[in-house]
């Protein structure tokens, strides 16, 4: 896709736009399922006119605040908020009228069955067209800009965005979808800062509430809320999760439990046990992983 979208045909305010963006790296299942979000952002124009730059696959846009003119040739559509327009991959000559003010979200989809996936959504067209698009999949796809930008070029949210462009479809084909599809930001900075240590860290409740920056009962309520599960709960599943994907690789069961910070190995089996309802021994005799004779820890 081109580094700016949108470029600016009179440079002459002092006011830069405000343009973030992100490109995913899909995982590989997530490759597997033939579809994927390629790049999403937003864009808040401090200009009243602006060339669109041509993509290699169509290009999603939509009027998050305010409206604007899209152009090409000799057509004219206008876009008010929460409405969409898709513009066909490789399209030249498009511009932005009367956008000063307008923030634009943006999406691009990827994958050997992207065209499928618009031609079902009746999004697959050769010239420039308006979008139907319902509240929901604005909701949608303002939270897929957000994960997009806040995972940017990792596999880190796959399963979260492919979660996320399923529901535009299913959205689109009269299926309910609620518009809490993603964590607020104060709870997934609690998240994200157990990910980032690949559930090592034992985090207390009061550390949890410090990183979202909320009283502890106002984080635990509202983290048991939005996940439906309390926050030391999550995380020691989380941990257990952890735990069975390393076990599986063939990683033994004392440095298993190193690895989600239970260096103590009887400590680990015993939580092990409680979340999983068996050993890791056991658990490994019943997958038969790599790991199932090594290291193995009387229970």
Not at 121 to 138: C, E, F, K, S
Not at 158 to 178: E, F, I, K, N, T
Not at 270 to 291: C, D, E, I, R
Request: a neutral charge; one cysteine or more; aromatic letters at 8%.
């Amino acid at each position: 896709m081109p580094t700016t979208i949108f470029q600016p045909i009179h440079s002459c305010s002092a006011t830069p736009d405000v343009v973030v963006q992100g490109v995913h790296t899909p995982a590989e299942l997530v490759r597997q399922s033939g579809v994927w979000i390629d790049t999403a952002g937003s864009a808040f124009l401090s200009q009243q006119e602006y060339q669109l730059a041509p993509c290699d696959a169509p290009l999603w846009l939509v009027a998050e605040e305010d409206s604007f003119v899209f152009c090409h040739e000799e057509m004219k559509i206008t876009l008010q908020r929460g409405e969409c327009l898709i513009v066909p991959a490789h399209t030249e000559g498009c511009t932005l009228q009367k956008a000063k003010d307008a923030r634009i979200l943006w999406l691009i989809l990827g994958g050997p069955l992207m065209e499928n996936f618009m031609r079902q959504m009746n999004a697959y067209n050769r010239l420039p067209a308006r979008q139907g698009m319902l509240p929901t999949q604005v909701v949608l796809i303002r939270q897929i800009v957000q994960v997009v930008v806040r995972h940017m070029d990792t596999a880190d949210a796959s399963y979260q965005l492919q979660q996320l462009l399923w529901a535009l479809l299913a959205a689109h084909c009269g299926q309910s979808v609620a518009n809490s599809a993603t964590l607020s930001y104060e709870i997934a900075r609690v998240v994200d800062a157990m990910r980032a240590g690949s559930y090592k860290d034992s985090f207390s409740l009061a550390e949890m509430a410090a990183i979202s920056r909320m009283p502890v009962e106002t984080f635990r309520k509202r983290f048991t809320a939005e996940l439906g599960i309390p926050p030391l709960g999550y995380l020691q599943f989380l941990k257990m999760e952890r735990a069975k994907a390393l076990l599986r690789s063939g990683t033994g069961v004392r440095q298993t439990g190193v690895e989600i910070g239970m260096p103590d190995p009887y400590h680990f089996s015993k939580q092990f046990k409680h979340v999983v309802g068996m050993s890791p021994t056991a658990y490994l005799k019943h997958v038969g992983g790599k790991g199932e004779l090594a290291d193995p820890v009387d229970e």
